[in-house]
């Protein structure tokens, strides 16, 4: 055991599900969690819902009555910040508004103990600028949980610019107790999943314009052993989160790679929750059926748009959306936002579901060759644009014949 402070009672800020599965992550390890949201009946609506699960877990066999009543009484709701003064770690779980965030973590800098640890669950947001507005930096850092938080093994611990290293050694010590796999990731928007991830996401985009439909590309990326294509993910996640985010930046609605699901949007189809998103669902079931009005919307949208569609087959699906992964993920480990290319894969592996037989988006790469993968990637740069230029680090392992696996701290 490091000298790292040891969290005895945690706090976490914002009972939406987010806030709820990082209770039940906490209390399920036997940590104590006082609750906090400025709304007192979505609090209560939060605390009848984990005791719901629990009871549900209690019928499956998974645990006992015992356990679950435990569990119940680690959680206590309070009233006020004053409330969570003697915690020793406070995580806070609000939606991703970057004011908002840092108004609560000026509001905690003044009433904690000054070795409390503050953790700001955002899946993209700049950690130093939430950092920056305490007098605490050091004890500042991210922990993003992927959804749902009591389930999703993968916890990308992120390390501010001033993050005292006792700091990331009591997050890792946390991950482990409550059975994460971790990884730390540095300090870029979206980090080291969400911003593969965007990449990745661009060219399932730009091939719906070019000439694919949803159904097509799911199928390729589920062919190569993917959990759900980026569409069934949508679908899943809500396709109106990025929409609404959109809308409360002011920016990026008129992105033509985003038409698609803006007009899904404004017909309601916010996915599986709305009974249709990419797909149609029966009421009540999560199959995800094909639906050709979609296809229908697709045709209109790319072609009031101007593309000129063309047959899209599954092997340049899976070469367009591979590739982004592996080129973003070189600059990753190029900038040092990950130690290694095994926590790349790490993060893809647990949070993505990517395929377990491939070893994560690097270690395929690997069995590609650095050589062949430069080469295609800039085939890529000559059909679709300078985006495609291979990161510098894949020219480097080309040229000396090494693998993303040799690569240590950003170097070869």
Not at 63 to 74: K, V, Y
Not at 145 to 150: L, T
Not at 378 to 390: D, M, V
Request: negative net charge; contains cysteine.
């Amino acid at each position: 055991m490091s000298n790292s402070p040891s969290i005895q009672q945690a706090a976490v800020i914002g009972a939406g599900t987010m806030g709820r599965g990082i209770v039940m992550s906490l209390a399920n390890a036997g940590i104590p969690v006082l609750w906090l949201d400025n709304n007192p009946q979505m609090l209560e609506q939060a605390l009848a819902n984990i005791a719901d699960t629990w009871a549900h877990n209690v019928r499956q066999g998974r645990i006992d009555e015992a356990q679950a009543g435990a569990r119940r009484t680690l959680v206590s709701a309070v009233g006020d910040y004053a409330a969570l003064a003697d915690a020793d770690l406070v995580i806070e779980a609000v939606y991703e508004n970057l004011e908002l965030k840092q108004q609560i973590f000026r509001t905690l800098d003044g009433l904690l103990k000054p070795s409390a640890i503050l953790a700001s669950n955002t899946s993209a947001l700049d950690i130093d600028a939430i950092a920056a507005v305490t007098q605490r930096p050091q004890q500042v850092l991210g922990l993003h949980f992927f959804s749902p938080a009591h389930i999703m093994k993968l916890l990308e611990i992120v390390r501010g610019g001033k993050t005292a290293p006792a700091v990331l050694d009591a997050a890792l010590d946390l991950g482990k107790r409550i059975g994460k796999i971790s990884v730390v990731a540095g300090n870029c928007d979206g980090f080291i999943g969400n911003r593969m991830l965007h990449t990745y996401v661009f060219e399932a985009r730009s091939m719906l314009l070019e000439g694919a439909y949803p159904h097509q590309v799911d199928a390729a990326l589920q062919g190569f052993g993917f959990a759900m294509g980026p569409f069934r993910m949508y679908d899943v996640v809500g396709i109106d989160l990025e929409w609404r985010a959109r809308e409360l930046a002011g920016k990026g609605q008129d992105v033509p790679q985003v038409q698609v699901d803006n007009r899904l949007c404004e017909l309601g189809r916010f996915g599986q929750k709305a009974g249709k998103g990419y797909y149609s669902y029966a009421p009540g079931s999560r199959q995800a059926e094909h639906d050709p009005e979609v296809d229908a919307l697709v045709l209109q949208v790319s072609e009031s748009l101007g593309y000129d569609r063309r047959s899209i087959g599954a092997e340049e699906i899976l070469e367009r959306c591979l590739l982004a992964l592996v080129n973003e993920g070189a600059k990753i480990l190029e900038e040092n936002i990950a130690a290694n290319s095994h926590d790349v894969d790490l993060v893809y592996l647990n949070g993505y579901g990517f395929p377990a037989d491939k070893g994560g988006p690097m270690s395929w790469a690997d069995s590609q060759g650095a050589a062949s993968i430069r080469d295609r990637l800039l085939h890529l740069s000559e059909r679709f644009g300078a985006h495609w230029q291979p990161a510098k680090l894949i020219e480097t392992l080309a040229a000396n014949g090494k693998r993303f696996a040799d690569v240590k701290e950003g170097n070869v």
